[in-house]
C-alpha cells in the first residue's frame, strides 16, 4: 500500500482576521489539509491559538485540521482539541505516549509525533512499532516556534531513514517548504508537505500548491513503480522456478493457444 500526497498550508501565516475565508482560499486551490499550529508561549517562544479557533473554523469547514502540539502538557489538550472537531493531533516526543496515543484515538482524533531538529530519530521508532502506534511522523525542517525560517537540508536523513524503514507510513515535513525546497524532501520519502509563507505569501497560490502538489506526486509513484517492478520479477523468478521445477512443455500449450 502506497502512501498519498498530502498538501496542508500553515494556517499560522495567513490573517487570523480571516481565518475561515483564508482556509477557504486555500481549500479552492486543492490544500487537502489545514495545517494548524498550537503553541503556549512556553514549550515554544510564540502563542498562537487553542480549541477555540478550531471550534470557530470547525463551523465553516469539513477540512482535516491537522494540528500541530507545540505546547507542555499535550494530553491536557485531547479532550478540547477533540470537542472542539480537530481531525489530526500531532505531539512532540512525550514519556507517557502510550496513553496519549490512546486517548487521542478515544476522541477520534489520528495521532502523530513530531521531531525537532535535536530530536534523534530512534526516539519515535517505538511509537511508530507500537500495538497502538502513531499514525504519521512530523519531521520538523525548522526550530518550532515561527514561520518564514530556512529550510534546513539535513533533516532530510531522518527522512530518508523513515521512509526506507516504514514505506506506507505518513511522514511530514514543516518549515521553509517552497517550491525551491519540495524536491528536497519529497526525494527524501515525505509525503504530508506544510507550507505557510511560500503559499501565503504568493499572489496566487495556486502557483506554489500545484507544483509542490506535482513534485510529491511523482517521487511517490517513481517509488510505488519501482516496489512494483520488483514485486513483478519477483513472481516471474517464482514462476520459471515451478515450470523449470516440474518440467512442463510449453510448446504443447503454445501452440494450442495459436490455433
Ligand atoms: O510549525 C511551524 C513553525 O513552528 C510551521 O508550521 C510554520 O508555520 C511553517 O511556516 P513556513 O516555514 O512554511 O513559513
Redesign the pocket.
Known amino acids: 500500500m502506497g502512501v498519498t500526497p498530502k498538501i496542508a498550508p ?1 494556517m ?2 495567513s490573517d487570523f482576521a480571516n481565518l475561515a475565508s483564508e482556509a477557504k482560499r486555500m481549500l479552492d486551490f486543492v490544500a487537502d489539509w489545514l ?1 494548524m ?1 498550537i ?1 503556549d508561549g512556553h514549550f ?1 517562544p ?1 502563542l498562537t491559538i487553542g480549541a477555540p479557533v478550531i471550534e470557530s473554523l470547525r463551523k465553516h469547514t469539513k477540512a482535516f485540521l491537522d494540528c ?1 502540539l ?1 505546547v507542555t502538557n499535550p494530553i491536557d489538550y485531547v479532550e478540547p482539541l477533540g470537542k472542539a472537531g480537530a481531525s489530526g493531533f500531532t505531539f512532540h516526543v512525550e514519556e507517557n505516549w502510550h496513553e496519549l496515543i490512546q486517548k487521542i484515538k478515544s476522541k477520534a482524533m489520528r495521532p502523530g509525533v513530531a521531531l525537532k531538529p535535536g530530536t534523534l530519530i530512534e526516539e519515535v521508532y517505538p511509537l511508530v512499532d507500537s500495538e497502538n502506534p502513531v499514525e504519521m511522523v512530523l519531521v ?10 530556512k ?1 534546513m537540508p539535513q533533516m532530510m536523513d531522518k527522512v530518508r531513514v523513515l521512509r526506507k524503514k516504514y514505506p506506507s507510513l505518513d511522514i511530514e515535513v ?5 517550491p525551491s525546497t519540495i524536491e528536497m524532501a519529497a526525494s527524501a520519502g515525505a509525503n504530508c508537505i ?8 504568493a499572489a496566487e497560490p495556486g502557483t506554489v500548491i500545484y507544483p509542490i502538489c506535482e513534485t510529491v506526486f511523482w517521487k511517490i509513484r517513481r517509488n510505488v513503480d519501482i516496489i512494483l517492478t520488483a514485486k513483478i520479477k519477483a513472481y516471474m523468478f517464482l514462476i520459471y522456478q515451478i515450470i523449470t521445477h516440474c518440467m512442463i512443455d510449453w510448446s504443447h500449450i503454445i501452440s494450442f493457444e495459436i490455433q
Open positions: 500553515s499560522l501565516s495545517h499550529d503553541m515554544v510564540n500541530h507545540m520538523m525542517t525548522v526550530e518550532p516556534g515561527f514561520g518564514g525560517q529550510f514543516d518549515g521553509g517548504l517552497g506544510v507550507a505557510g509563507s511560500s503559499k501565503f505569501g
